[in-house]
C-alpha cells in the first residue's frame, strides 16, 4: 500500500528528498471515491513522472451545498487499494484544519472563465476549487498535475491559475473515462438508483445527437432546445445549463464556427451530473 501522509509537514520531507534526488513530481488531485476515471490520470502521472502524489481531500470550501458535501461518498480504504494498483508513491489524504488551519484568510479567485456554467449555477465554487488547487501546487511542489476534461470548466480554471500567478506545474489535461453506455464515471454516479442510473447515458447522447445536429446545419439555440427537451422527456429533473461556447468558454457560440464545446449540467434523482464534449 501506498503511505498515508495526514499532515503537510510529512508530505514536504517525502518531497524535498524526492527534489535533492532530482526526480519529477506528479500530482493527481482528488476528492477520493476512486473509479477508472481517476485511475486513468493516476496511470498516466506514473508514466509521465518520477514520483506519483494522489491527493485525496473532500474540499468543504468548494461546496456551495451543504448537503452534496454531507453525502459526498467517502471510501478511502478502497482507494488505497486503488491506488497500490498503480503504484503511485504516496497518498496526501490531510484533514480540513490542516489544510485550513485556524487563521486561514486568502481567497484565490479567477475571474472571467469562471463566472459562466458551474460559476452561475455553484457560487463560490470556483473559488473553493482554485484557492485549494493552489495550496496542493505550493504543498507537492509539483512539476506536473493531471486533471479530467470531464471537469472541462475546472481545467480552463486551473490552466489560468497558474498562469496567471506564474506557478511553476505543467497542467496536464484527460480525456474523459466512459462506461460502455456513454455514461461519463463520477463519483456521484454511485448515488444514483438503478432506475437512474440506465436513464444517465441520455444526457451524453442527447449532446452527441445536437452536435450531430448542428454539424448538419441545424440552428443552434433549436438543436441545444431540443436536446434539453431529450434530457427532460428522459427523466432528468432539471437542466441547470446545455450550452455551446467558444473553447475558451468564455462566449456563448450562436453559430458553429471554428471550435467550440458543448457543456451541460443536469440533475436526476436528486444527482447533478455534468458533461462536455468538443464540436
Ligand atoms: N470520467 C472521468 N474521466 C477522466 N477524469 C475524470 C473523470 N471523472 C473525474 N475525473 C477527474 O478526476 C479528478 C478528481 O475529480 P473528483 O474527485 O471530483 O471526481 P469526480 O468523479 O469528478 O467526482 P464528482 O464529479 O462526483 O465530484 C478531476 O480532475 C476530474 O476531472
Ligand atoms: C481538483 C479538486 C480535487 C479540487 O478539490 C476537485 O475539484 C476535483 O476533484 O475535481
Ligand atoms: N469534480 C469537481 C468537483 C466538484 O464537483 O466539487
Redesign the pocket.
Known amino acids: 500500500m501506498p503511505p498515508i501522509l495526514r499532515t503537510v509537514a510529512e508530505l514536504r520531507a517525502r518531497v524535498s528528498d524526492w527534489k535533492a534526488a532530482g526526480e519529477t513530481v506528479g500530482v493527481v488531485?482528488?476528492?477520493g471515491a476512486l473509479h477508472e476515471g481517476h485511475l486513468s490520470l493516476a496511470r498516466r502521472a506514473r508514466a509521465t513522472c518520477d514520483r506519483v502524489i494522489v491527493?485525496i481531500?473532500?474540499?468543504p470550501r468548494?461546496f456551495n451545498n451543504p448537503a452534496d458535501l454531507e453525502k459526498y461518498p467517502r471510501t478511502e480504504a478502497q482507494d488505497a487499494a486503488l491506488l497500490a494498483s498503480v503504484g503511485v508513491d504516496a497518498v496526501f489524504a490531510p484533514g480540513p484544519e490542516e489544510v485550513y488551519p485556524r487563521g486561514f484568510a486568502t481567497n484565490v479567485s479567477v475571474s472571467g472563465v469562471s463566472e459562466p456554467l458551474e460559476g452561475a449555477h455553484r457560487p463560490g465554487h470556483f473559488d473553493?476549487?482554485a484557492t485549494?488547487?493552489a495550496k496542493?501546487f505550493g504543498m507537492t511542489r509539483a512539476d506536473r498535475a493531471f486533471?479530467?476534461e470531464k471537469?472541462w470548466q475546472?481545467l480552463m480554471v486551473?490552466q489560468r491559475l497558474v498562469a496567471d500567478l506564474n506557478i511553476p506545474v505543467t497542467i496536464e489535461g484527460c480525456a474523459t473515462v466512459r462506461e460502455a453506455d456513454g455514461l461519463a464515471l463520477s463519483?456521484r454516479n454511485r448515488r444514483l438508483s438503478a432506475e437512474g442510473r440506465a436513464r444517465a447515458p441520455a444526457l451524453v447522447r442527447a449532446m452527441q445527437a445536437a452536435t450531430e445536429a448542428m454539424r448538419g446545419g441545424q440552428a443552434v439555440p433549436e438543436a441545444l432546445a431540443e436536446a434539453r427537451a431529450a434530457v427532460l422527456a428522459a427523466g432528468f429533473e432539471t437542466v441547470d445549463y446545455l450550452e455551446l461556447r467558444t473553447a475558451d468558454l468564455l462566449l456563448p457560440m450562436e453559430r458553429l464556427e471554428g471550435r467550440g464545446r458543448l457543456l451541460a449540467a443536469a440533475t436526476l434523482d436528486g444527482v447533478r451530473l455534468i458533461d462536455n464534449i468538443p464540436v
Do not use: A, E, I
Open positions: 488531485p482528488t476528492m491527493t481531500f473532500v474540499n468548494q473553493g476549487v485549494v488547487v496542493l486533471f479530467g471537469d475546472q486551473v463519483s
